[in-house]
C-alpha cells in the first residue's frame, strides 16, 4: 500500500504527473474532436486553402485555450504560495494559505501552514529565552549541541537604573512596570543591532553578552543617546549605569536535570555587575581589559575605582559623561 497513488511523497508526485498528462491528452482529443466537428459541419470548405487550414486551426486554437485553462487551474497555487511566503517574509506569522484543486495542491497547502504554525511557536518561545538557551534547545534535537560547561571569550555588558528605588515607592505598580519595559525595550533593540544576546534580566538590571568589547560599547552608547530622548519633558529621570566588561567566562547549561538555562558566570560577570553598581547615570565605565580589545574614536577618561568586594583597584575608562543628567560629573551611582 505504501506506494499507492496519493499515500506517499512518491505517490503524490505520480498522481500529479498523472493527472496532468491525462488533461494534455484529454487536450488533444478534444482538439481533435473539433476538427472534425468544423469538417463535418462545414465540409464546403474543404476545397482550396481554407478548407484545408480551417479544421486543423480550429482543433489547434481549441488546443491552446484548453492548455492555458489547464495551466491556469494547475499553477496558479504557485503565486498564491509565493504571496504567502512573501508575507511570512515580512514577519506576518498569521498567514496562512488554503489551496482548491487536487489533493496534491490541497497537500502542499497544509504543509506550508504546519510550516508557519512551527515558525509562530518558535518565535514566541524565544521572546520568553535567550538566544543561546534557543540555539541550544534546537541544537540538542540534533545531537550537535553540548550542555557541558566550557571556557570561553566573553564580552559582558551590564545596565542598572539609577533612581529606580525612590521611583517605584512613589508611583503606582503599573506605572513601574510600563515605565521598565520602555526602558528594556530601548536597551532591546540596540542590544540586538550590535548582536549581543540578552542573558537576563535581573529586577531593573539588564545582563547581555556580546562576541567583543567594541559591539557591546556601540550598543551602549546608542542606549545612552536613545535615554536622553526618553527622559526629555519627564519630571522624574529615570538613567542608566551601564558597565561593560572582556575576560573569560563559563559558558554552559545551569539548573536541575527538568529546569536548564544557557548562561555565563564568572569573575567577568561579577566585574561588569559592579562596574554597573558603580557608575553614575547615564555613563558608561569601560574595564581596562575590554577598552584594550575595542577600537574607538571617543576618548575616555582614564580612572582606578575600588570595586565592592575587591582588594585591587580596577583601571575604568569613563565615557558619556555629556548624558549624565545636569552634567554631573560621573562619579559613584546611586541605584
Known amino acids: ?20 498528462w491525462v488533461w494534455v491528452l484529454a487536450g488533444f482529443v478534444l482538439a481533435g474532436a473539433v476538427a472534425a466537428g468544423v469538417d463535418f459541419f462545414f465540409p464546403g470548405f474543404r476545397e482550396g486553402f481554407p478548407g484545408r487550414v480551417l479544421a486543423p486551426g480550429a482543433g489547434v486554437l481549441f488546443f491552446v485555450c484548453w492548455s492555458g485553462v489547464v495551466s491556469f487551474l494547475h499553477f496558479h497555487p504557485v503565486g498564491r504560495i509565493a504571496r504567502a511566503i512573501e508575507q511570512v517574509i515580512q514577519g506576518d506569522y498569521a498567514t496562512k494559505v488554503r489551496l482548491g484543486g487536487s489533493r496534491q495542491w490541497e497537500h502542499l497547502g497544509n504543509r506550508f501552514n504546519q510550516m508557519v504554525r512551527i515558525f509562530r511557536k518558535k518565535i514566541a518561545v524565544e521572546k520568553y529565552v535567550s538566544r543561546s538557551t534557543a540555539q541550544m534547545v534546537e541544537s540538542l534535537k540534533t545531537g550537535e549541541f553540548s550542555t557541558a560547561p566550557h571556557r570561553q571569550e566573553v564580552s559582558i555588558f551590564f545596565s542598572d537604573i539609577r533612581g529606580f528605588t525612590r521611583y517605584a515607592e512613589q508611583s503606582d505598580s503599573f506605572d513601574v512596570v510600563t515605565t521598565v519595559n520602555e526602558i528594556f525595550n530601548i536597551q532591546v533593540d540596540q542590544i540586538q543591532r550590535f548582536d549581543g544576546d540578552i542573558d537576563k534580566f535581573v529586577g531593573d538590571a539588564v545582563m547581555a553578552v556580546f562576541p567583543n568589547p567594541g559591539q557591546a560599547f556601540r550598543a551602549a552608547w546608542e542606549i545612552q543617546k536613545r535615554m536622553g530622548v526618553f527622559n526629555s519633558g519627564r519630571e522624574e ?28 558566570m564568572g569573575d567577568v560577570v561579577n566585574t561588569a555587575s559592579r562596574l554597573s553598581a558603580s557608575c553614575p547615570g547615564g555613563c558608561i565605565f569601560v574595564s581596562g581589559e575590554a577598552h584594550g580589545k575595542m577600537r574607538t574614536r571617543r576618548t575616555g577618561r582614564a580612572t582606578t575605582l575600588h570595586l565592592k568586594g575587591r582588594r585591587n583597584s580596577q583601571e575604568v575608562f569613563v565615557f558619556g559623561e555629556e548624558f549624565c543628567p545636569g552634567g554631573e560629573s560621573c562619579a559613584k551611582g546611586e541605584s
Open 1 to 20: 500500500m505504501k506506494f499507492l497513488p496519493g499515500t506517499s511523497e512518491t505517490g503524490r508526485r505520480a498522481t500529479f504527473a498523472l493527472v496532468h
Open 237 to 264: 529621570v529615570l538613567s542608566l549605569g551601564i558597565g561593560l566588561h572582556h575576560g573569560t567566562g563559563v559558558v554552559g547549561a545551569v539548573g536541575g536535570r527538568d529546569s536548564l538555562d544557557w548562561t555565563v
